[in-house]
């Protein structure tokens, strides 16, 4: 029994609880564990009545309700991203109201066709602007295995939820590393897809001219693998969508990186886990292929301006569309709508030619190996506080990002897949996760996924809280 919402699932199908009883058990763990600040916004009588509805499937329909992998699921949306029908977005800021709520996007559809019930959204910084999710609006997310630290962001809110066992799953989004990095803080295992593989649409409100993609942060690497296979495909535009790669058998080439730059060093226990990893693939006949800083920091270089000029521009347009008051919002967040306004054209223009670039480099990288075994996090998760939102210096907030992930915004400006897993434990008072980063080539998620799960079958991170509605 792995914990997650795989198993959760299955003691629903199997008569062992009913969705009803799921939600309610999710719900009370909501209510125990609300100083953790991981829930922005909550419906009990939605996330009852959507409960109540898969029972009702459940005796009616049977065959129906089997074929959905997650039904009767509870699970959070973030807030920033979908939209999700009924649930009030307000991406963490004071400039939106919570009242009504958008029709669902594609993707939010096919959240609700899984068999997921919903029942409120999790806390993001504003605007998704930063990696932990602290909005001046509240509440403050901590993490839930040192409440002194960060969750991460901007899906800190939901990794908070899942860590704490509130939800076996839940949704999130990925623009500079918004998936992974929470993930990483909390010891769950995070995947950005490759950039076209999920749903953006109808509106294409989060997709920050590719570079953010969604998914879920969860507790296992099957949950990963189902949730992409039930989300992903049919995408609808604006790219092609990933032609699906077969998971290769035979020996891979793995390039091994294990250094972050004299600028972005990385922690000794960090490194170790990743060479630990390497070894074990190693040990299955796997060929390890040492790489360099130098043949990534460029990429890792542009890969921060483009990330820093596509925010700031689309937070400048946002404002004006949207005809909000910028003077409430928090002064970080005016500073990046002003940084957006002043960018020229021509500059704008160069970062996304410089974008074009990471990715083709990437990809010759990739004529010579498979994938990429490499660091996600710098140091343990930071304490609250460490990424303030009440100043206006944008480049000193990037930095301090850059130096906490260096790499994570690698893979969303080339639009590579990305996967992070713990792999161990610190020795601080309270563990906490040791994470590896795993990258592929665009559509080979399966491959990502096989070598996530043999790394998980080392059994080296132990969730610390069972899920609502599962014994321990």
């Not at 000794?268 to 060479?275: P, S």
Request: charged content about 20%; aromatic content about 6%.
């Amino acid at each position: 029994m792995k914990d997650d919402a795989t198993d959760l699932a299955a003691a629903i199908r199997n008569g062992n609880l009913s969705a009803a009883e799921a939600m309610q058990a999710s719900l009370a763990a909501a209510q125990r564990q609300e100083p953790l600040g991981a829930i922005a916004y909550l419906d009990a009588a939605m996330g009852l009545a959507s409960a109540d509805g898969r029972d009702r499937e459940n005796r009616s329909e049977p065959e129906r309700f089997s074929n959905r992998p997650f039904a009767g699921v509870p699970i959070l949306a973030k807030d920033l991203g979908g939209p999700f029908a009924g649930l009030p977005v307000t991406a963490g800021s004071r400039l939106f109201e919570r009242k009504g709520g958008e029709a669902d996007s594609d993707l939010a559809a096919r959240f609700r066709e899984a068999g997921f019930c919903l029942f409120g959204l999790t806390t993001s910084p504003e605007f998704g602007l930063s990696l932990a999710s602290e909005p001046a609006i509240g509440p403050i997310c901590r993490n839930p295995l040192d409440p002194a630290r960060t969750a991460g962001g901007s899906s800190g809110g939901a990794a908070a939820a899942v860590a704490a066992g509130i939800v076996a799953i839940a949704h999130a989004t990925d623009a500079g590393g918004s998936i992974r990095v929470p993930a990483a803080c909390c010891g769950l295992v995070g995947m950005k897809p490759t950039r076209g593989a999920i749903p953006g649409g109808p509106s294409f409100g989060n997709h920050l001219a590719g570079i953010a993609s969604e998914l879920a942060v969860c507790r296992s690497v099957r949950d990963t693998a189902l949730i992409f296979d039930e989300l992903s495909g049919n995408s609808r535009g604006p790219f092609a969508d990933p032609s699906p790669v077969d998971i290769v058998n035979g020996r891979l080439r793995i390039g091994l990186l294990i250094d972050t730059g004299a600028a972005y060093p990385t922690e000794g226990d960090r490194l170790a886990a990743v060479e630990d990893a390497a070894r074990a693939l190693e040990s299955d006949g796997h060929v390890i292929v040492p790489l360099s800083w130098a043949e990534f920091e460029s990429s890792v270089a542009a890969s921060g301006r483009a990330f820093a000029d596509i925010v700031s521009v689309n937070l400048a347009a946002l404002m004006k569309a949207a005809a909000l008051d910028e003077s409430r919002a928090e002064p970080l967040t005016q500073a990046f709508a002003a940084r957006g306004r002043a960018l020229s054209v021509a500059s704008l223009w160069n970062t996304l030619n410089e974008a074009v670039l990471v990715s083709h480099k990437l990809w010759a990288l990739f004529d010579r190996i498979d994938c990429i075994l490499m660091p996600m996090l710098s140091s343990a998760p930071l304490v609250i506080g460490s990424f303030p939102s009440d100043h206006a210096d944008t480049d000193l907030h990037l930095e301090r990002m850059t130096a906490f992930a260096p790499l994570a915004c690698l893979a969303n400006i080339s639009g590579f897949p990305a996967l992070t897993l713990p792999f161990g434990q610190d020795e601080h008072a309270m563990p906490l996760p040791v994470p590896v980063q795993i990258m592929a080539p665009m559509g080979h998620e399966p491959r990502l996924l096989s070598l996530a799960a043999r790394l998980e079958a080392e059994g080296r991170w132990q969730h610390r809280f069972p899920v609502a509605g599962l014994t321990s």
